[in-house]
């Protein structure tokens, strides 16, 4: 059974800071690429961050130079360090392991608001 677990979500000030886990089980993580994705009620989950099974990262434009994306194969488990928080980063984010199949966590809820 293949489950992805959040944590570290939560309610924080413009300027802020937060950091997102997600822990897998059921799965060669080492195999996977991991993803960060956000979701705002009436919008269309929007890709975040992402880092590969080699390594490679890529992010989204709005968030470059404020997030960062890591993995630790040793304990099967993806970060976002989330630096900087404005308050368009409100959303819902969501771990996601891609290889042959996807797979996604249950989502936390990043509130940023003074």
């Known amino acids: 059974q293949v489950q992805l677990v959040e944590s570290g979500g939560g309610k924080v000030q413009p300027g802020g800071s937060l950091r997102l886990s997600c822990a897998a089980s059921?799965?060669?993580?080492?195999?996977?690429?991991m993803a960060w994705y956000r979701q705002v009620p009436g919008k269309q989950r929007e890709l975040v961050a992402i880092i590969s099974s080699g390594g490679s990262i890529n992010y989204v434009d709005s968030v470059k130079g404020r997030f960062i994306i890591s993995r630790d194969n040793a304990k099967n488990t993806v970060y976002l360090q989330m630096n900087s928080l404005k308050i368009e980063d409100t959303a819902v984010y969501y771990c996601?392991?891609?290889?042959?199949?996807?797979?996604w966590g249950q989502g936390t809820q990043v509130t940023v608001s003074s």
């Open positions: 996601n392991a891609n290889h042959r199949y996807q797979y």
């Open positions: 059921g799965i060669i993580f080492i195999f996977y690429t």
